[in-house]
C-alpha cells in the first residue's frame, strides 16, 4: 500500500502501473506527524485483516474490563499498552527519517540533487510472524512526497515587518534614555537641595523649644509641599517613553510550514481506511492484503518492470 501527495507533483505514480491501492491526498508535503498517524493506522488495519486480533485496536481500547484477572484481558491490555508505545515512538522515528535524509542529501553534489530536494519518498515495511528470517507474510507501504528537513534549525525566513519597525523604536530610544538619565540626575540634585531646606527648619524649630505647640505647627505649615517640588516635574521637551508591552509580541518568525491540525489527520485516516476496505471487497484473485503473501526475495534487477527505488519486496 502507498500512501502520496499529488499536488505539485505528477498526475500518475509508478506504483499505479503495478495495481496497488494508492491514497491520494491533497496536500503539497506529507509531515511527519501526519506520516506518524497514517503508519499508526496503517499497522491497526494490517493487524485486523491479518488475523492477528480479534477485532480491530480501536474497538478493544473500547471494550469494558470485566476481569482484570483473566488472562485475556492482560493479553489485550498490554498489546493496547504496546501499541500506545508504538505508536509514539513512529512519531519521534519519522523525525529521525526526515533529519537524517536532509543529512544526507547536504552531502551530495548540487549537480546531483533534484529540482525538489527537500520531499523524497520513504518507505515502512511491517513484517507478521514468529520472527524476521521466518515472517509469514510482510507488507509494504510507501510515502511518496515526505518532507524532508533538518529538525531543530531554525528556517531562515525573512523578519516580519512588525518586527523590524520594532527594533527601530528600541534603536531610537538612546537619546530619550540619556535624557531621562540626565533629569533624574538633576531630580537628585534638587532632591538634596529640598532636604537641606528640611534640615534648616528643623534646626530653627529645635532651637526656639520656649515656643508653644502653635508656633512649632506653623513653622512646620512653611514647609513647601512636595507636590510644588521642581523635581517631580517632567520637562516638556523629552518625548514620551515608548509602551514596554508592545515589543515582545513580534520576537517569534513565523514558521516554514503550517502543522495539520486533527481535522486533516481524521480525514487522511478515513481516506486510508476506505482505501484499504475497498482492496479488500476488490480482490478478484485471492492475493489481496487480507491473504496470505508470498514473498519472493530476488535481485531487483531481474525484474525490469518494477520501479527501481522497490527494492525490498516483490508481491505475487
Do not use: E, G
Given at each position: 500500500t502507498t500512501t502520496g501527495s499529488t499536488t505539485g507533483m505528477a498526475n500518475t505514480t509508478k506504483t499505479d502501473q503495478y495495481d496497488v491501492p494508492t491514497v491520494r491526498l491533497d496536500t503539497e508535503r506529507v509531515t511527519h506527524e501526519l506520516a506518524a498517524r497514517l503508519a499508526?493506522?496503517?499497522?491497526?488495519?494490517?493487524?485486523?485483516?491479518?488475523?492477528?486480533?480479534?477485532?480491530?485496536?480501536?474497538?478493544?481500547?473500547?471494550?469494558?474490563?470485566?476481569?482484570?484477572?483473566?488472562?485475556?484481558?492482560?493479553?489485550?491490555?498490554q498489546l493496547l499498552s504496546s501499541f500506545d508505545t508504538l505508536a509514539s515512538h513512529l512519531y519521534t522515528t519519522f523525525v529521525a527519517l526526515s533529519t537524517s535524509l536532509a543529512l544526507r542529501r547536504t552531502r551530495v553534489d548540487a549537480d546531483e540533487k533534484s529540482g525538489r530536494s527537500d520531499v523524497g519518498t520513504v518507505f515502512l515495511a511491517i513484517v507478521l510472524g514468529p520472527t524476521i528470517g521466518t515472517a509469514k507474510s510482510r507488507v509494504i507501504m510507501g510515502i511518496d512526497g515526505f518532507d524532508i528537513k533538518v529538525w531543530g534549525l531554525r528556517d531562515d525566513a525573512p523578519r516580519s515587518p512588525t518586527l523590524t519597525k520594532t527594533v527601530e523604536c528600541s534603536e531610537n530610544d538612546g537619546p530619550s534614555e540619556e535624557s531621562d538619565s540626565h533629569d533624574s540626575e538633576e531630580d537628585v540634585e534638587t532632591d538634596g537641595s529640598t532636604e537641606s531646606l528640611y534640615e534648616t527648619d528643623e534646626e530653627s524649630t529645635v532651637d526656639q523649644t520656649s515656643s508653644e505647640d502653635g508656633e512649632e505647627d506653623s513653622s512646620g505649615d512653611e514647609r513647601p509641599p512636595l507636590s510644588r517640588s521642581p523635581s517631580l516635574s517632567l520637562p516638556a521637551s523629552s518625548p514620551p517613553p515608548p509602551p514596554l508591552a508592545s515589543a515582545p509580541e513580534h520576537v517569534a518568525l513565523p514558521p516554514r510550514l503550517e502543522e495539520p491540525d486533527d481535522t486533516v489527520l481524521r480525514a487522511a485516516e478515513r481516506l486510508l481506511s476506505f482505501t484499504l476496505a475497498r482492496a479488500c471487497a476488490e480482490d478478484v484473485h485471492g492475493q489481496g492484503i487480507a491473504a496470505e503473501l508470498r514473498m519472493f526475495l530476488h535481485d531487483p534487477s531481474s525484474f525490469d518492470f518494477l520501479p527501481g527505488e522497490l527494492i525490498y519486496s516483490v508481491y505475487v
Open positions: 499508526t493506522s496503517f499497522l491497526a488495519h494490517v493487524l485486523f485483516l491479518k488475523n492477528q486480533i480479534p477485532f480491530p485496536v480501536v474497538q478493544l481500547a473500547r471494550m469494558p474490563d470485566t476481569d482484570t484477572r483473566c488472562r485475556a484481558t492482560k493479553k489485550r491490555q
